[in-house]
């Protein structure tokens, strides 16, 4: 496991230092909008379907703690936010899950779950998908910043629960809980 | 129409229809040179060429409301118009007893085709099965007279699944917990129902076993456990789970489990449908950058890239007889339901205006799709639509087989 999670630290710390870095399959933040080997470059080869890349398993649930249970402390992060039909996390977004690593890294007795949310274009069950991997996009890069994977848990509500209905962009995001 | 076969059927229709209407014959031609003749001209004369039936009133105390059901289910079916009279068309007879039905249906030359008595508790259903056998003995085709739709109805973050009979009749609550119940599928035979359920606090698919009321939780893996869809037989569930780090497609058994994996990709995939004989899933994948339909062995083995002419594609829905996909498309901003024929290779919209989920009836003819908050049956050869649920924030509809 730390073995593999080795490579993932190091390819997110060549993300941060720039735009320099060319090879999308190795950003922990996907490339461009569709995810890693979204394009079939670089590997993924058969059109982007292939092994899977810098994803670890999720850790057993604990259902003491869920995002509606009201011993989960939301709001103490920012959302991140993703464009439209994306997860990958935009540059202007990084700092966000920045702080969150820094938190995690200095309380090492907290756990994280990461809620993802979809705006109302697509249709449910795919933004259900599709919101679970943000949610996911956001763990990865946490665990290429080094914090296990195992204080790390997602969900995704779909485009349920909106933050401001009607208002797109601001649906399209990922909310943190501690607990 | 005494032809036995389909495919006389079509041809007798065809001919009628060519000296009926030189338009119509015009633009069956133009479809023909478009290279899409077989898939079109069936299409174009479907709609067209009607069964004629007449039905009078069923003996008995209910019987004239009985019949009212058999009518109205026959006109509706898009393969039947309503005779008054039995001369030289199909007839079709009933006694009602208490809720039993006893019915029998004759050929246009008086011979009987079938009769058997319809015992369940419930006229109103006995006289929809009679109906549906009715469809069935002429036509070759499965009715959906008989048939159910399991739903999603309700407001965000408060969401139940309901039923429905095919003509919105009859609509109950299956799900009574004030949380977010969705994505329902209807097993073919309408005994279970299995949805994705936040009641624990996380996306858990929920099996119902309608005769019993009896619900478990038979899927609760790590992340999101969600896109149920029973497989035709009734014996497996294909679903997107996302305990691996990444949003995957599974089957699993009735009883649930970590069943088997069936992707590995960085992208999303959900929504997967089977093919009738169980073999085959076609689903949404976005690993090409954009949601688009792929088609795999349900037993694992490389998707492959199904070209339906859009690219941007979700919630496939594969035909009970395995000729024809429905799907999403967004078009113009907003969503609308296309149909793909597999043997032409083309597709068609044929529902737009932001019209959401389409899942085909057990006659491969008919569309449920959810519409404004509502749901809308759509017979795909005639062209006829109908609103059957109103003004509940419906979506996601499930239709048995």
Not at chain 1, 102 to 119: C, E, H, P, V, W
Not at chain 2, 217 to 245: F, Y
Not at chain 2, 314 to 343: C, M
Request: net charge positive; charged share 20%; glycine share 14%.
């Amino acid at each position: 496991m730390h073995a593999r999670l080795l490579p993932i630290a190091l390819t997110a710390v060549f993300a941060f230092a720039g735009p320099g870095c060319k090879n999308k399959n190795a950003d922990p933040y996907g490339n461009g909008g569709t995810g890693w080997g979204a394009d079939g470059a670089g590997g993924w080869g058969n059109g982007g379907w292939g092994e899977g890349g810098n994803v670890t398993e999720l850790p057993a649930r604990d259902e003491r703690y869920s995002w509606e249970s009201g011993n989960v402390q939301r709001g103490a992060f920012s959302h991140v936010y993703f464009g439209f039909d994306r997860f990958d996390i935009a540059p202007a977004e990084r700092g966000k899950v920045q702080q969150v690593a820094s938190y995690l890294r200095q309380n090492s007795g907290k756990s994280l779950l990461i809620a993802g949310f979809t705006d109302s274009i697509g249709t449910a069950e795919y933004n259900r998908a599709l919101g679970e991997r943000r949610a996911q996009a956001v763990r990865s890069a946490l665990i290429g910043l080094g914090i296990p994977g195992d204080r790390v848990q997602t969900l995704s509500f779909g485009e349920d629960l909106p933050a401001d209905p009607g208002n797109h962009a601001a649906n399209r995001r990922a909310e943190f809980g501690l607990y | 129409m005494p032809e036995s076969t389909c495919a006389s059927r079509l041809r007798a229709a065809h001919r009628i229809f060519a000296a009926a209407s030189a338009a119509v014959a015009a633009a069956a031609a133009i479809l023909v040179a478009a290279g899409d003749a077989a898939a079109q001209a069936e299409i174009t004369i479907r709609g067209t060429s009607k069964h004629v039936i007449s039905v009078a009133n069923f003996s008995g105390s209910g019987g004239a409301d009985a019949a009212n059901i058999v009518r109205a289910d026959l006109a509706k079916s898009g393969f039947f118009n309503i005779a008054p009279n039995p001369s030289g068309v199909y007839s079709a007879l009933g006694g009602v007893n208490g809720s039993a039905l006893a019915g029998t249906l004759r050929s246009p030359d008086g011979k009987e085709l079938f009769s058997r008595r319809y015992a369940g508790p419930d006229l109103r259903r006995n006289a929809h099965t009679f109906a549906a056998d009715i469809v069935a003995e002429v036509t070759g085709v499965r009715g959906i007279a008989n048939s159910q739709i399991a739903f999603v109805a309700g407001g965000s973050g408060n969401k139940e699944i309901y039923l429905c009979d095919y003509d919105g009749a009859n609509v109950r609550k299956v799900t009574r917990d004030g949380k977010i119940s969705v994505s329902p599928s209807i097993s073919p035979d309408g005994s279970q129902i299995a949805y994705t359920s936040y009641r624990s606090g996380f996306p858990d698919i929920y099996l119902i076993d309608l005769r019993s009321g009896s619900r478990s939780r038979i899927i609760n893996a790590p992340g999101t456990n969600s896109g149920a869809a029973i497989s035709p037989d009734g014996k497996k569930i294909a679903l997107t789970m996302s305990w691996p780090g990444n949003p995957e497609l599974f089957v699993t058994g009735m009883g649930g489990g970590k069943g088997k994996r069936l992707t590995n990709t960085p992208g999303v995939e959900s929504s997967p449908t089977w093919s009738p004989d169980g073999r085959s899933l076609i689903f949404t994948g976005d690993s090409g950058g954009r949601p688009l339909l792929y088609k795999m062995s349900s037993g694992g083995g490389g998707p492959q890239r199904l070209s339906v002419g859009y690219n941007y594609c979700t919630e496939p829905n594969w035909s009970p007889d395995g000729k024809r996909l429905a799907f999403n498309i967004r078009q113009g901003g907003s969503h609308a339901v296309a149909v793909y024929d597999f043997a032409s290779g083309r597709s068609k919209i044929v529902a737009s205006g932001g019209a959401e989920d389409p899942c085909w009836g057990p006659d491969s003819r008919h569309l449920v799709f959810a519409q404004s908050g509502g749901l809308v049956v759509l017979d795909v050869d005639s062209g006829a639509r109908r609103s059957i649920v109103s003004g509940m924030g419906a979506s996601e509809p499930s239709w048995t087989r």
